[in-house]
């Protein structure tokens, strides 16, 4: 199950992804918004990353105006691994080695053309594990500080 999000400013690229799940018969549960009206980004993101860290969903993607301010309110949550991504590479690169459980985008930035790939790529990439395994520890000690 993926947790889906965004602000009044990553809606309709939100509306986009699900589309792009629904014909690729991902199952997921949105958090919100339901519309353009102006909602906080930080209040999305804590309600989205509430299902990750609760284990009743795996990954997350959450959308705002630039990506930025919803990846900062995700990052903050104790066990979340938020990405923000606008290229290829990071998006399967935050999987191999930082094993992000969330991707961030911007509704205002990319287009949902890019966008989907990046989804794609970004649920498609497994962890790799080794050395980056440690550098992943090492992040969750710095929530303890
Ligand atoms: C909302 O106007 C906008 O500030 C928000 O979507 C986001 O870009 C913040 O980082």
Redesign the pocket.
Known sequence: MIAIGS????FALKEEIKKHLDQRQIPYEDFGAYSTD?VD?PLIAQKTCAAIVSGKCEKGILC???????S?AANKIKGIRAALCADYYSAKYTRLHNDANVICM???TIGPGLALELVDVFLATPFEGGRHARRVEQLAKLEEE
């Open positions: 602000d009044h400013g990553g102006s980004y705002c105006g630039t990506g930025i301010g919803i900062m911007g509704g205002r």
